[in-house]
């Protein structure tokens, strides 16, 4: 199918842009770091959800090159920012990493050799990953998270509570950070048991160590939930849609 060849060319032509979402720090209501997330305005067909290409890049091997770009474009870019604002006012950006990037490439190389290009502290990167992707092959991810954290890139747990045996997750993998999953957000009503369950997590994560990020944050009453829960950190429309990268580096100058 044409798509395919048409996906593989616009990694190759950097015809894809990153857009990237502020996390907040609903302590201080500053700007923590952003999510990167792919956006592909195809010719012809215009916006691509990535819930369809992303699928299609891991069916047909795509998906190493479009993640290697996507580190790529999102290490020049922090360059860029820390070159504008200054190292102090630079965020971290999260990079989505697919597990079948884990299975095809040396993704711990793959993330040395782009920092290094690009003369960044491995601490402006984070990855995130699936649980699911954990699933498939948790004993050489776990290896490979190992090297990744060693360089100072923080690991995410992503879409939490969505995939089995989190728990298990929690206790024995190399990790940093879980992000729960926005349907869970959607949810949430003041003492029903999803409530019970968050607030039950939120101690869990604090007591780990775990930094833990809510996503799916769309309104005021959401915010006042996780408040209450001690989230500290959120992300969602509420604060802001994933921004083109000169939207996002103008949030650098102050508060959201
Ligand atoms: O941004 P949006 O909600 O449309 O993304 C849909 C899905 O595609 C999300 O699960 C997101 O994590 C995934 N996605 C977006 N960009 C990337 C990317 O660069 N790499 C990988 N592996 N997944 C991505
Ligand atoms: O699976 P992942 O967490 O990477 O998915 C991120 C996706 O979620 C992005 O494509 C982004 O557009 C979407 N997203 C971010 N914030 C919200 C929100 O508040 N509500 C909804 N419905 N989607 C969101
Ligand atoms: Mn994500
Ligand atoms: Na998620």
Redesign the pocket.
Known sequence: FHLETELRRAVERDDLE??Y?PIIDLKTMKLKGF?????WVHKDKGFV???EF?PL??ETGV?VD??RW?MRTACSQIRSWIDTYGEEKAVPVN????GI?FARDDVAAMIRETIEEFGIRGEMIRI?L?ESAIMANPTRISEVLTEIRKLGVKVAL??FGTGYSSLNYLHQFPIDIIKIDRSFIAQLRKGNELYKILTMISQLANSLGHEVVAEGIEDIEHQGMLRDMNFQFVQGFYYSK?LPAKDAGDLHSGNV
């Open positions: 990153l857009h979402q999510e990167a997330l792919t956006r959800s990535p819930a992303i890049a891991e998906i479009l993640g996507a990079v989505n990493v697919s990037q995130e699936t992503d879409d994933p």
